[in-house]
């Protein structure tokens, strides 16, 4: 029999130099994530619904987009928090996934929280997923500051 992979998590915490309005006007654009994220080749909707609760997109990750998730929002709350399972997932290392993105401002900087709790794939060890995996969401956070300024 063999041994299923567990359950690994990261967090990277970071606080970012624009208000939480427009970290989150960033982020609500939901189908769209590839205007702004460097990670990201392609993004669309699938569907109607292009936000909230149920809201489902597809992207495809740089650099050739043949690494594709399909993602689908199970928690919204305006201008705080997001959660977003990643229902399917193709040429990458992971089985299962979800992606959750806490925000709380001050003023005109916010702390971002992005948590990603996933299982690898087996036979992949999860300590290198996760470096590599953590290199990703702090480029990720970095094209969202930029993104969040750009709409101030």
Do not use: C
Not at 1 to 17: D, F, G, P, S, T
Not at 95 to 117: H, I, N, Q, R
């Amino acid at each position: 029999m063999r041994k299923r992979n567990q359950l690994r998590n990261i967090k990277i915490e970071r606080v970012v130099a624009a208000p939480q309005s427009s970290v989150w006007a960033v982020l609500a654009d939901y189908p769209n994530v590839s205007d702004w994220n460097d990670g990201v080749l392609n993004s669309y909707a699938i569907g109607d619904q292009s936000e909230g609760v149920g809201a489902v997109r597809q992207t495809e990750l740089v650099p050739d987009g043949a690494m594709r998730m399909r993602e689908t929002v199970t928690e919204w709350v305006a201008d705080e928090r997001m959660v977003v399972a990643i229902d399917q997932v193709e040429q990458q290392p992971v089985k299962e996934a979800t992606m959750t993105f806490a925000l709380a401002g001050t003023g005109d900087t916010t702390a971002v929280t992005m948590g990603y709790d996933y299982e690898p794939v087996d036979g992949v060890p999860g300590p290198m997923l996760d470096e590599q995996f953590s290199v990703g969401f702090n480029g990720f956070i970095d094209s969202l500051e930029r993104a969040a300024k750009a709409r101030i």
